[in-house]
Structure formats: C-alpha cells, structure tokens
C-alpha cells in the first residue's frame, strides 16, 4: 500500500508568496494613486486659496476611480 503522505512541492510556497507579494504591491499602488491626487488636490487649493475644497474632493475621486480601475484590470487580466 502506498504512503499517504503527499511529496514536498517547493514551487508550492513559491507561488503563494509570488501571490502575495503582487496583491500587496496592488495595494500600495492604489494608496500611492489615490494619496498623491489628494495632496494634488489640497495644494493646489491652497495654492489658489478656495474657501471650499473642491479640488480635493474632485482630485481625490479622481484617483479613487483611477485606482479601482488597476485593481479590475490587474485581477481580471490575471497578471
């Protein structure tokens, strides 16, 4: 009868930390797109000196959207 134990699979560990480590680095590029469009945004009304912060608002949604649409396009591409 043949040993239940399964061979150890070195590509195994490979690829999972391969995994992770693309995931995180989708991570940290969504919180640099969307923390470089909001500080864009906060200098650029301070620069102008508006009394409301629509270039803030409008820079960061901006790059909330930019950012969700990498995070789709690099999960469904499979990258």
């Known amino acids: 009868m043949a040993s239940p134990i399964k061979p150890n699979n ?3 560990g ?3 930390l391969r995994t992770v480590a693309r995931y995180s680095g ?3 590029q969504m919180a640099a797109t969307i ?3 909001t500080w864009a945004g906060y200098w650029l009304d301070k620069h102008y000196q508006t009394k409301t912060p629509w ?6 949604l901006l790059g909330l959207f930019a ?3 990498n ?3 690099a999960v469904s591409k499979g990258e």
């Open 10 to 12: 070195p590509d195994n």
């Open 14 to 16: 490979s690829d999972r």
């Open 26 to 28: 989708i991570g940290m």
């Open 35 to 37: 923390g470089l469009s």
């Open 55 to 60: 270039f803030t608002l409008g820079l960061m």
């Open 67 to 69: 950012a969700l649409y």
């Open 71 to 73: 995070v789709i396009r």
